[in-house]
C-alpha cells in the first residue's frame, strides 16, 4: 500500500522499497471547467546541486529538453491538453536514481500553467492535483501527496522533491506556489531564461 503523505512530509525510498533504482514521477491535475481559454499544464524538473542551484541549463527538463546529457532523468513528453491521460498521470518524469551525478543533491518537481497570466489562469483553477512516485520495476505506487491547498493566485508549483539524505534519497512533499509562472521558477533554480 502506497504512503500518502502531507505537506512537508517525507520518506526514505530505500526503506519502503529496498533497491530501487529507477522512479516515475507521475503528477495530475483536473482543470475545473472554465468558459475561457484551455488550459496548458507543464511537467518539469530541476536538478540541483548543494545549494539549490542548477548546475547548467541541461539540468532543466521540460517539454523543450525532454532529458539529462547522461540520460538519468527523462520527461516522457508534453500532454497539452491532457487527452493523452484520462486514467491516468498527464505527465510523467522518469528518474534512474542509480545514474544520477554524485552531485546532484536534489531534483525539484515543478508544474506551470502555459501563458498563464495571458490566459487569466491560476492554481485556483486547477484541483486534484498530485504527484507519486512509481517503482518503475513493478509499477507499484510508492507515495503519493495530494495537494489539497486553494493556489488561488499562484501560476507555478512545486508539487515535490527528491533529496539525498546521508547517501539515501528520499522524497518531500513540497506543495509551494509562486507567481510569475515558468519564469520565476527558472529564477528560483538559477535557469537563464530570456
Not at 113 to 121: K, L
Amino acid at each position: 500500500m502506497a504512503i500518502s503523505l502531507t505537506k512537508g512530509g517525507n520518506i526514505s525510498l530505500e526503506q519502503e522499497t529496498p533497491g530501487l533504482t529507477k522512479i516515475e514521477v507521475g503528477l495530475g491535475w483536473d482543470e475545473r471547467a472554465t468558459a475561457g481559454a484551455a488550459f496548458d499544464l507543464d511537467a518539469s524538473a530541476f536538478l540541483c546541486n548543494e545549494s539549490g542551484k542548477t548546475r547548467s541549463d541541461a539540468d532543466f527538463i521540460f517539454y523543450g529538453q525532454l532529458q539529462t546529457p547522461d540520460g538519468s532523468v527523462q520527461h516522457t513528453g508534453d500532454d497539452p491538453d491532457g487527452s493523452s491521460s484520462e486514467e491516468g498521470d498527464d505527465e510523467s518524469i522518469i528518474v534512474a536514481l542509480d545514474q544520477l551525478g554524485p552531485d546532484v543533491a536534489k531534483i525539484a518537481f515543478t508544474v506551470t500553467i502555459h501563458e498563464a497570466g495571458e490566459r487569466g489562469q491560476n492554481f485556483g483553477m486547477v484541483s486534484n492535483a498530485y504527484i507519486r512516485i512509481v517503482n518503475a520495476a513493478d509499477k507499484k505506487e510508492v507515495c503519493r501527496y495530494d495537494l489539497t491547498e486553494d493556489f488561488s493566485i499562484e501560476t507555478a508549483l512545486i508539487f515535490g522533491e527528491l533529496y539525498r539524505h546521508s547517501g539515501a534519497w528520499k522524497f518531500r512533499a513540497v506543495g509551494q506556489g509562486f507567481q510569475g509562472g515558468l519564469k520565476e521558477l527558472c529564477n528560483h533554480h538559477g535557469v537563464q531564461v530570456a
